[in-house]
């Protein structure tokens, strides 16, 4: 699944700045929300150069999970069960990313 960044506000309460997998939107809308600059693909590093995500990217790598993009389609409860963690970890793991990749709201704005 891609992932974007919002580059401006969205009518739907994704504000600018934010990154969001392409699922939140209807696929018509990608194209036309792409053609006039108001989203972007998210051109992310792979999940071991996040920050903090060294062991956690090699333990993902094991399951031939290396890309953001990869580890926002994984089935939740099949990722938790191959890697022996609970479900809300891997969904706060998806957080995390988003957390990184988005670009902070800027002060006053």
Do not use: C
Not at 32 to 52: D, N
Not at 77 to 88: G, I, M, Y
């Amino acid at each position: 699944m891609e992932v974007y960044r919002a580059l401006r506000n969205l009518s739907n309460g994704i504000n600018e700045g934010i990154v969001f997998e392409a699922s939140r939107l209807q696929p018509q809308s990608i194209i036309i929300l792409e053609e006039r600059g108001i989203i972007a693909k998210v051109s992310a590093p792979p999940l071991s150069e996040l920050p903090g995500w060294k062991i956690r990217g090699a333990k993902f790598a094991k399951l031939g999970i290396t890309t953001v993009e990869q580890f926002m389609e994984v089935d939740i409860e099949q990722t938790a069960k191959s890697l022996k963690v609970k479900p809300h970890m891997i969904s706060s793991w998806k957080y995390e990313i988003v957390g990184w990749l988005s670009a902070p709201k800027p002060k006053g704005g």
